[in-house]
């Protein structure tokens, strides 16, 4: 693979102009020019193409590891991530604020880890010993916990656009898309390091050379249900609009791929050159041919190589038994045809099936009951074997054509019908211009398209694939990303506010071997996790009147998820699973007549809405149904995104109908029952009782104002109540 990365920002000044390489007006390739010939060379086909502007883009320059800075007077720095910011801030004139109280510390890292409250014991622990060590110690025992995967999946989930049906108006219903969720979950868990979840996902298949052969394969095949993530009219068939929906696919595939591991906004280069980034229409389509040969695989077994073996060999001796018993049921038909003097009739159709069909139905009018009991006898044989058959595991999955190879062409304005030149697997031109070499894959069954993207992606030179993941782990952490637009890394998007910090913590992931767990770590030991939130304006300025800085600003309300989780959680009603096929909640008859795809079901029933068992719907929400049109209100009340495109960032609002569902809402109420239950069969004393509502739902003691509060409550209002109350509080609903 020839990947031109540059020392510069930019050394190759070649322009890619509909998928044709320009060479200069000399006559000679220009990969060799300069910088500035760009900027200054009027018929070169990058000045041409960009006004001579944008490739002094920031994202663009290589990673390149920053020297740790020594801030003057530093007794502050607990590692170099706190140096980074002390020295910008001592720079701006600003010092750090005041750390955040021990038990928001412990409230904050148990949500930033787990996505759920810490328990009682935790905080008095902690509280009893804020050491450092402490500190680690509760760090290395959350980032191990199996929830820290089922919480952290659900950003990449987020990015991914992550959905259990197709959308559109059918809206099907994918009954293996849960594998994938299960793959994301279980790579966060056991710190997959991050350069093979993106091979994985890209070309997992192309890792593998025929059937799976251990757990490792089959994780790689489920890993390609990224590609098939996108939403898919499935009744484009129906009208003959075949060509649109697969340029639809191979249009999302691209755009996503884009912003999810790169941070680029391919989407806007779809119908022309982009307008702000060093982007041509052609580099769309270029990037899009990695996936020209692609294809749907619902058919490939998951089944380890001896167990598939073995499973079509059962499959077999049934299907041998089944034919050897279904020939004999034809000489029998024959036979009892013979004996109740069955004759030739006349057909009212040519087709040999229908004749077929027409003279059993006649044979079976004429048995006597003997005949009837032995026909019965004999079918019951066939469908008791034809039950033994063994289906093999299957998934949502993406492989390849290798001689059924989509040509790609710029497509006018990204119409579909409007057919351009064809181009052929190409990288962003401002970084390398030339059609590369497709590697050869382990895979002796696909073209290598996707295994060259994905090298190329993960390789140590590429500027953004670790910038753009640091800074996605850096936002869920601090609420805001060193760049505030993740998805854009480009003109667009905003700046990094610390690029140097930025770089560090990129060739710092890298250096790792790309492990996450190791770039979390270094984030929540630094001293800048520990500071507490600005949130008025009088908190930025001390009593000297220095200019206080922290590294975040303002409450986090809970995401829908982890608030849901909470509040199962408090109430002891949280039910822990490993994964499987999705959990659907009940919804009220209001909300599924409002969905015409619901009420529309088909016979494979995959359209419909089916609520599991009530004593299984209290799992943790990353496990709960996920359908495009139609999501849980509950869970939409409290911001969760729309899953038709890559979500980059949660939006949190402050709105009514969240304070209303909160309070009144089926949850929050059923929660306060349970545990106003639990806690009166526990003691009948009114003190224990408040302290111990305390302790499960904001992990604390209550002050002695708040318990002559909830006294004074408790005289006209019920326990429930009291605990509705608690469940309302900004402390249970906020992230300090």
């Not at 590692?79 to 109280?101: E, H, M, V």
């Not at 009744?235 to 680029?264: C, Y």
């Not at 890298?510 to 520990?530: F, N, P």
């Not at 939006?651 to 106003?676: K, W, Y």
Request: a negative charge.
């Amino acid at each position: 693979m020839r990947i031109l990365f540059t020392t510069l920002w930019l050394s190759v000044c070649i322009g890619t102009v509909h998928g044709q390489i320009v060479e200069d007006s000399r006559g000679a390739s220009t990969t060799n020019a300069k910088v500035g010939d760009a900027f200054t060379d009027t018929n070169n086909p990058i000045y041409q193409l960009f006004q001579g502007k944008r490739l002094e883009l920031w994202s663009l320059r290589p990673i390149q590891k920053p020297n740790i800075p020594q801030p003057t007077f530093d007794n502050w720095s607990r590692n170099p991530i706190d140096r980074f910011l002390l020295s910008d801030w001592q720079k701006s004139g600003g010092t750090p604020c005041d750390d955040a109280p021990p038990q928001d510390l412990v409230r904050r890292l148990s949500f930033h880890l787990t996505g759920l409250p810490p328990s009682y014991d935790r905080c008095q622990d902690f509280l009893t010993d804020a050491s450092d060590l402490q500190w680690e110690q509760l760090v290395d025992a959350w980032l191990a916990s199996p929830r820290y995967g089922e919480h952290w999946a659900r950003m990449w989930l987020d990015v991914v656009r992550y959905s259990d049906s197709n959308g559109f108006d059918w809206d099907e219903f994918r009954p293996q898309a849960w594998r994938y969720r299960d793959y994301v979950v279980g790579a966060w868990n056991c710190n997959l390091p991050f350069d093979q979840f993106v091979l994985e996902q890209l070309a997992g298949d192309e890792m593998v050379n025929g059937q799976p052969k251990d757990s490792v394969d089959q994780r790689r095949w489920i890993a390609t249900g990224y590609l098939r993530m996108g939403p898919y009219d499935n009744a484009a068939k129906l009208f003959n609009e075949q060509d649109r929906a697969r340029v639809e696919v191979l249009s999302d595939l691209t755009e996503t791929t884009g912003s999810a591991f790169l941070g680029l906004t391919l989407a806007c280069c779809r119908c022309h050159d982009h307008k702000t980034e060093p982007l041509s229409h052609a580099d769309h389509y270029r990037f899009r041919a990695f996936f020209a040969a692609t294809r749907f695989a619902e058919d490939q077994s998951l089944e380890l190589e001896k167990d598939h073996q073995e499973l079509e060999r059962h499959n077999q001796q049934l299907t041998n038994s089944i034919e050897k018993l279904s020939k004999d049921l034809e000489k029998w038909f024959e036979q009892v045809a013979l004996d109740n003097q069955v004759g030739e009739i006349e057909y009212d159709t040519k087709n040999e099936e229908k004749k077929k069909k027409q003279r059993l139905e006649r044979i079976r009018k004429s048995m006597n009951e003997g005949q009837k009991e032995d026909l019965q006898k004999r079918e019951r044989m066939i469908e008791e074997l034809r039950g033994r058959i063994r289906k093999p595991s299957t998934g949502i999955l993406m492989t390849d054509h290798t001689k059924n190879v989509d040509p790609i062409h710029v497509l006018y304005q990204g119409d579909h019908r409007q057919i351009r030149e064809e181009v052929q697997p190409g990288f962003p031109s401002v970084l390398d211009p030339n059609t590369p070499s497709l590697e050869q894959p382990i895979s002796r069954s696909t073209t290598g398209r996707r295994w060259t993207l994905a090298k190329w992606i993960v390789d140590t030179k590429n500027p953004w694939t670790a910038r753009v993941i640091v800074n996605r782990i850096w936002q869920m952490h601090f609420g805001a990303g060193i760049v505030e637009t993740p998805n854009d890394f480009g003109w667009t998007g905003t700046s990094p506010t610390h690029p140097e910090l930025l770089d560090y913590l990129a060739s710092e992931l890298i250096e790792s071997g790309w492990s996450i767990k190791h770039l979390q770590r270094l984030i929540v030991t630094s001293h800048a996790y520990r500071m507490k939130s600005l949130t008025r304006t009088t908190d930025t300025i001390d009593a000297k009147g220095n200019r206080m800085c922290s590294s975040r600003s303002g409450l986090y309300r809970l995401s829908a998820e982890s608030l849901r989780d909470s509040l199962l959680e408090v109430c002891d009603q949280l039910r822990y699973i490993s994964g499987g096929p999705p959990i659907w909640p009940t919804l009220s008859k209001e909300v599924l007549q409002a969905n015409p795809a619901v009420l529309d079901d088909n016979e494979t029933k995959t359209k419909g809405w089916y609520p599991s068992p009530a004593n299984e719907q209290s799992v943790r929400s990353i496990y709960l149904i996920q359908k495009r049109t139609l999501r849980l209100p509950w869970m939409e009340t409290f911001d969760q995104p729309e899953n038709a495109v890559s979500c980059p960032r949660r939006e949190t609002s402050i709105v009514a109908p969240q304070a209303l569902t909160l309070m009144n809402g089926e949850l929050s109420l059923s929660a306060s029952m349970r545990l106003s239950k639990q806690l009166s069969e526990e003691t009948a004393e009114q003190s224990s009782q408040i302290s111990e509502a305390f302790r499960r739902i904001l992990a604390r003691e209550p002050k002695e104002t708040e318990m002559r509060a909830c006294r004074a409550f408790l005289k006209n209002q019920t326990l429930a109540e009291l605990i509705n109350v608690l469940l309302n509080s900004n402390e249970f609903v906020f992230i300090p």
